[in-house]
């Protein structure tokens, strides 16, 4: 699509392009233009319907956005904005330069800019900021019919028209009906006589992260947010849930990682910015190592009298930080999806428990049957076989409790997966290993 779009802008057959174009969606057509050069990208937006284009424009990648407002007129960006949803106008000019959004909104209606600057107040990351102000209210006397005029009224600038929202004069939230409920009553009906009076809410305070486990729980496609008065100041669609959900596993892949999360994709961010974002972990854990150099060096005379131990420490080392590591991924997985909860954690640990028997016992006896055989030493695998079933018990208990204790103090449960993890274990293996070896080895 790109080469066939960029030979149109060759030839200058414009209109050819405005055809091809609206046979696009708006998705695969913000994708194009994110990677067209700037004033090539200006002008495919250009030739857009006032319908499509700002759809389109929500869609594309910040850089794009910044880039297009750069080379629009004035007017044009007017447009951009005032035709947003606030919801999406708000995320726009949260990344923009300073000087790019004094532009904005100097040039925006009053009304928008009032709405923009209502959803840039709550904290980040919580529903008042991923919300929406655009959104279709009933009254409770309003009949069946007059509910149908309401949303012919307002539903064209409202994101979704699907679910309608009952409030009263003071905008409480009072109940909640859907356009199916609507077709299937009758005209005459009252909205109070058919409301659902029970509804489920957010607050505007909410973590974006529960708003998102919410969404998950009840498959809504829409959620109201209130405020701590329960009035109806907005709406969170599942469309901006799912973003969250993206937003969320990336920042959770990157701690688990041992990088400082990132907002910009790989591409998009500088190499001195992926430095900086590695280089702190990279420090810590790098200091965090020297514990294993100093514990060596404690047990450098049982290594000294038997040196073939030391052949056995690499092995011993990742047997452990993997152990761990699978409990953890299990463990925050599982806080992330509620599926475990911080409550479960002596139910949790005694389920690790017996696992890590199982599979230490399994590990340590085909290593023991191993060492006797290729080093003829039966004390030898003795100690290897004992250490690998304490090595792993230990590395699955911490793999399970550190995320649990995590999630308990207010902390990303991430935080406590590989490689932090692998370096608290590697250290405990070294501790348990030649402890061990010292005693059955008489060293």
Not at 125 to 154: H, N, Q, W, Y
């Amino acid at each position: 699509m790109k080469e066939k779009i960029l030979e149109f802008i060759e030839k200058k057959q414009f209109a050819q392009l405005k055809g091809y174009l609206q046979a696009l969606n708006e998705a695969d057509i913000s994708d194009i233009i994110d990677e067209l050069p700037g004033e090539d990208g200006a002008l495919v937006y250009r030739l857009l319907d006032k319908d499509v284009a700002a759809d389109v424009f929500s869609r594309m990648e910040n850089e794009t956005q910044e880039r297009l407002i750069k080379l629009l007129k004035e007017k044009e960006v007017t447009e951009i904005i005032n035709n947003l949803y606030a919801d999406d106008a708000a995320d726009l000019i949260s990344e923009m330069p300073a000087v790019l959004v004094k532009k904005i909104l100097a040039n925006i209606d009053p009304q928008q800019r009032k709405d923009i600057n209502e959803l840039l107040k709550y904290p980040e990351d919580s529903a008042g900021s991923i919300m929406t102000t655009e959104f279709v209210d009933l009254k409770m006397d309003m009949t069946v019919k007059d509910s149908f005029d309401r949303i012919r009224k307002v539903g064209k600038d409202t994101e979704t028209i699907y679910t309608c929202y009952v409030i009263d004069a003071e905008r409480h939230l009072m109940g909640v009906v859907t356009v199916k409920e609507l077709l299937l009553s009758k005209y005459e009906d009252l909205i109070e006589d058919i409301m659902e009076k029970s509804v489920i809410k957010l607050h505007t305070l909410d973590d974006q992260e529960d708003v998102a486990k919410t969404f998950d729980k009840y498959d809504f496609l829409a959620m109201p947010v209130v405020d701590q008065e329960n009035r109806l100041v907005g709406i969170i669609t599942v469309d901006d849930v799912i973003d969250v959900m993206h937003e969320e596993t990336a920042e959770d892949f990157e701690i688990m990682g041992g990088l400082e999360p990132s907002d910009d994709s790989y591409f998009n961010t500088t190499v001195w910015e992926h430095a900086k974002h590695r280089i702190v972990w990279l420090l810590f854990l790098m200091l965090s190592a020297t514990f294993t150099g100093a514990i060596l060096t404690h047990y450098e005379e049982a290594f000294a009298s038997v040196p073939i131990l030391v052949s056995f420490i690499p092995m011993l080392m990742d047997t452990g930080g993997n152990s761990g590591s699978q409990a953890s991924t299990l463990i925050i997985r599982g806080l992330a999806t509620n599926d475990i909860n911080v409550k479960d954690i002596f139910k949790v640990w005694w389920k690790e428990i017996r696992v890590a028997l199982i599979c230490g016992s399994i590990l340590g006896i085909v290593n023991g049957i191993r060492v006797a055989i290729q080093y003829n030493n039966i004390m030898l695998a003795i100690v290897i076989a004992i250490t690998i079933l304490c090595v792993v018990i230990i590395s699955k208990s911490l793999g399970c409790l550190l995320p649990l204790g995590a999630k308990a103090l207010k902390l990303d449960p991430a935080l406590m997966a590989s490689p932090l993890l692998t370096t608290i274990v590697d250290a405990l293996a070294l501790v348990i290993y030649f402890t061990i070896a010292m005693h059955v080895l008489a060293i």
